[in-house]
Every structure is written in C-alpha cells, then in structure tokens.
C-alpha cells in the first residue's frame, strides 16, 4: 500500500509514518517547500496548502492520502490574525488535498482529513457522538469548514472520512506533552473547575485508529477518536498524579488561564463528553481504552 501523507512530522503524521514503515508499506511525505529524502525509507514531494498546488504528478498512484497538516490550535494566543491562521491552514489546505485527489486519473481509495472533537462545542456532561449537530463557538464553525473543505473529494466518488480527535495521550507533542513536564515537577492539577469533560485518546489506538479506517472500506464520514469513557480533567489529573507519584494539589482556576492564553482557555475549560460511536459500530476494539492504560504506555517507553 502507498500512502501520501501531510504534516508527517507532527506527532501523529510521525507516528503513523512509522507504523506504516515498520509493516513494509511506502510512505510518501507531501512537505512544503523544496522535497527533501527523510532517511527513513519514505519518498516526499511538495505541496503549497495556502496556494493551491501539489508538485505534478506526486499523487498518482497512491492507494490512501491522510491530511494531518494544519497550525497547532494551542500554539499561540489566540488573537484574529492567529484565528486566521488556525483557518487558512486548514481549510485552505484540505480544498488543495481534496481538489488535487479529485483531478487524479487514478484516485486514491480513500481520503483521510482531520477534523477534531472541537466540532461539537461546549457539551457539559451531555454525551454526543457523529450524530449531534455542531457546536457554535470558534473553533466548532472552524470543523465545520475544516470538514466541508473536502467536499471536492467526496463529489468525486472518493471515501473520506474525518477524524474528529480528542486529546491523545503522549509526552511527545500536542496539549499533553505540556502537561507532563508539569507534572512530572509535581506542579499539576487541576485545570478550571475541573468538572469540564477530556475526550482523551491514547497514540496508540489513534495510529490504530487511522490505519483501521484506511483499510476499511465501509468506514466513511466522522468517527471520533476518543477512547470509550471520556473522564473529567479532575479525574484525568488523579490518574495522572498515581501514574506519576507525584502530588496533584495545584489548581489554575479559569480566569488565569484566560489571562494567559485568551480566548483558547474555552478549549481547555470547556467540556466534550464524546464517545466513539462510529469506531465502535464499525468493529475497532481499542488496546489502551483507560486513561491508565494510555499514561502507563506513554510512561513504559
């Protein structure tokens, strides 16, 4: 199998290149700028999100496309030139993907572009799954047009499906890599009033999750990726603190988080009960469904 991928170097573009990798399957980094061999046995070709082009001919011949590439939602203050960022680079981006996958003589099998459980909004302790409607804040209308993006793709006849993620578990990048260093220096707790849902997910099941809903033809649309009982920040933060033997007695209310983060604190104080109906339907059977499971692998390695 041949597999294009974007934003192979993030934390979940590396970890899937790896696992493709390791079981003989080619790999083919879409990077912008001038394509450059990455040592590992992959191929790469370049592509530009925000103009519109993939390097000719880069795409034929590959049975699947995943586009991970976009700005990282926790990386900056969120003020309106960033907000336009987070936009630009997403949807900007997977029209290029999808309007490039659609043009191919030889299209790919299917199409896999993220999305994030952001989509649905603030939730409180309501549990939603790929059926509730969207949410109406920032970053829900930005799934929205993020998922619509891929349109092009879909009218062509080809499988799309969007992964709508939680949080994954690793100290390797993405919000959880900050908190372990935290907690590590016996510095964690509690994030707001703590009573806010976490969608968490382990690396693990979300390369499992991708590799599945590559090789499943039936499986189309949104899944979200979240492990099967999403937890509250203060239960999370209590695993946490027994994984780590480490004290969880600080706590950053709600008000300081919005002093340093802005209007992102809504993404970390807001609540997401949502539960993986899709995958589950669909027959994927999670490895590491606790939160204890996904922080004793991370703290294994």
């Excluded at 690793?170 to 707001?192: T, V």
Aim: charged share 20%; hydrophobic share 40%.
């Amino acid at each position: 199998m041949r597999v294009a991928i974007t934003g192979s170097t993030g934390l979940i573009g590396s970890a899937l290149t790896r696992s493709l990798l390791r079981d003989g399957h080619q790999v083919l980094r879409l990077t912008r700028g001038a394509a450059k061999p990455a040592g590992d046995g992959s191929e790469s070709a370049s592509w530009d999100p925000k103009g519109g082009t993939v390097q000719p001919g880069a795409l034929e011949g590959v049975d699947a496309v995943v586009h991970l590439a976009g700005a990282g939602i926790g990386d900056k203050r969120w003020n309106d030139a960033y907000k336009k960022e987070l936009r630009d680079s997403r949807v900007l981006g997977t029209q290029t993907i999808a309007r490039a996958v659609a043009g191919l003589d030889a299209q790919p099998g299917v199409l896999i572009s993220s999305s994030a459980v952001g989509y649905y909004g603030e939730t409180g302790d309501r549990v939603v799954d790929e059926s509730t409607p969207p949410g109406s804040d920032f970053l829900a209308k930005l799934c929205v047009e993020w998922e619509q993006a891929a349109a092009p793709a879909a009218h062509a006849g080809i499988r799309v499906v969007h992964p709508r993620t939680g949080l994954v578990v690793s100290d390797k990048g993405g919000a959880w890599g900050r908190l372990f260093p935290l907690f590590r220096a016996g510095l964690g707790g509690k994030l707001g009033s703590g009573d806010q849902y976490w969608p968490f997910i382990s690396l693990t099941d979300h390369i499992r999750a991708l590799r599945f809903a590559i090789e499943n033809e039936n499986v189309a649309g949104p899944l979200n990726f979240s492990a099967p009982e999403p937890l509250t920040n203060s239960e999370i933060t209590k695993a946490m603190g027994r994984a780590m033997h480490r004290p969880t007695i600080a706590a950053v209310p709600e008000f300081v988080l919005k002093i340093a983060v802005g209007e992102f604190a809504s993404g970390i104080t807001g609540s997401c009960r949502a539960v993986p109906a899709g995958l589950l339907a669909a027959g994927f059977e999670f490895q590491l469904p606790t939160i204890e499971q996904s922080l004793d692998a991370v703290l294994a390695q």
